[in-house]
């Protein structure tokens, strides 16, 4: 009887199951917060202004005034066309205006003499009127020599060829005694005004669709226009930008829509056509936790998840959303509520209903399995 009863006591003994010892945890208590929804964009660089310097009229180019690649002011020669043919085209209408003036007066003279003859009845009304209807196809002449006058010196003045804007210009696409057309399709030269500068940044049409969407529920509220700019590189430009307009129409074959930033570029380092990256805050997102990116945790499939204190005092395990990072913390925006209490200290082998023995982060403590200040492990 007394080795039953031993053995009895021994297997009860055996049986029950030490309790787990809590671990000592650090905690941060989450509370939402305001935070810009930063997105980065590819997009290309776009000239200011970009003017074709195309001639009005038709002649052989007999002198360049520029320096290839060197920058020009609005106004200043470009080329010279051979004025040869305009500057006799001024001459014959400055003869043909004179030659009309002077009919003219004849015509008017003529008129005025037989006014007061017609009036006694010396010479008919007809004669007086026909003599008045002259001088008038007269002075009509003189306006119409005048206005040829005037298209033959613009004529003559088009055989400079100026700079339409300011900007640098590039290479010459035609030679000194080429022959210049005015209906030519190649342009002499280009100018393109650099500074400032454009980008044209392109977005999916269906990332803007849902963030206008959520900006009209009031999920998330308007960001900033201010825009940083990478390199291809992958350095920064140094000099912020600013958002100007949205296209309103969507490319179809990329299915993504223009937005255009303007940028200085007083040192010339942005070249149109150069690929870059653009980084702005597009949205503010005003219920947002802002997580150490220590606590928050991958699993196999890649979902994100923090360990948070429960209510019974055991760690418990959240899948979270945390797309984005700001510094040293990831943006979480679904998983979480307010007054959690997010674990950020002692996860090392920390398993969902470990008992846990919870203090702020902020507390001077011992956090299991990490050596004691001034001793080595």
């Known amino acids: 009887m007394a080795a039953s009863l031993l053995l009895l006591s021994g297997c009860s003994a055996g049986s029950a199951r030490p309790q787990q010892p809590e671990k000592q945890v650090g905690f941060i208590v989450a509370n939402p917060t305001s935070v810009p929804r930063e997105v980065t964009l590819g997009g290309?660089?776009?000239?200011?202004?970009?003017?074709?310097?195309?001639p009005q009229v038709s002649g052989v180019i007999l002198r360049r005034y520029f320096t290839e690649g060197s920058l020009v002011r609005a106004g200043q020669p470009l080329f010279q066309i051979d004025p040869s043919l305009y500057r006799a085209a001024v001459n014959q209408a400055q003869a043909n205006l004179a030659s009309a003036q002077a009919s003219a007066e004849a015509a008017s003279a003529k008129a005025a003499r037989y006014k007061p003859l017609a009036e006694m009845e010396a010479v008919s009304r007809q004669d007086y009127t026909d003599a008045a209807s002259a001088a008038k196809v007269a002075r009509a002449g003189i306006a119409q020599n005048a206005a040829s006058l005037d298209t033959a010196r613009i004529n003559l003045r088009f055989t400079t060829v100026p700079a339409p804007i300011s900007g640098r210009i590039g290479r010459s696409l035609s030679t000194v005694g080429a022959l210049a057309s005015a209906s030519q399709t190649e342009p002499l030269a280009v100018i393109q005004r650099l500074d400032p500068i454009y980008v044209d940044i392109q977005q999916s049409a269906a990332d803007l669709v849902a963030l206008r969407r959520k900006l009209?529920?009031?999920?998330?509220?308007?960001?900033?226009?201010?825009?940083?700019?990478?390199?291809?590189?992958?350095?920064d430009y140094g000099v912020t930008g600013t958002v100007r307009f949205s296209e309103v129409s969507v490319d179809p074959a990329t299915g993504t829509v223009t937005l255009r930033a303007q940028f200085p570029n007083r040192d010339g380092l942005l070249l149109p056509g150069m690929y870059v990256n653009a980084v702005f805050d597009q949205a503010v997102d005003p219920n947002a936790f802002l997580i150490p990116q220590t606590a928050v945790q991958r699993d196999f499939d890649n979902a994100s998840y923090v360990m948070v204190v429960g209510k019974d005092g055991k760690a418990l395990r959240k899948t979270v959303t945390a797309d984005q990072s700001r510094g040293a913390s990831f943006v979480v925006t679904k998983g979480l509520a307010k007054g959690d209490k997010v674990i950020v200290q002692g996860l090392g082998d920390l398993r969902q209903g470990t008992p846990v023995k919870a203090v702020p982060a902020a507390t001077k403590q011992t956090i299991a399995g990490a050596a004691p200040a001034g001793k080595s492990r």
Do not use: M
């Open 216 to 235: 009209a529920s009031g999920g998330l509220s308007s960001g900033s226009t201010v825009v940083h700019l990478k390199l291809e590189d992958g350095s």
């Open 44 to 54: 290309r660089t776009v000239a200011y202004e970009t003017s074709e310097v195309r």
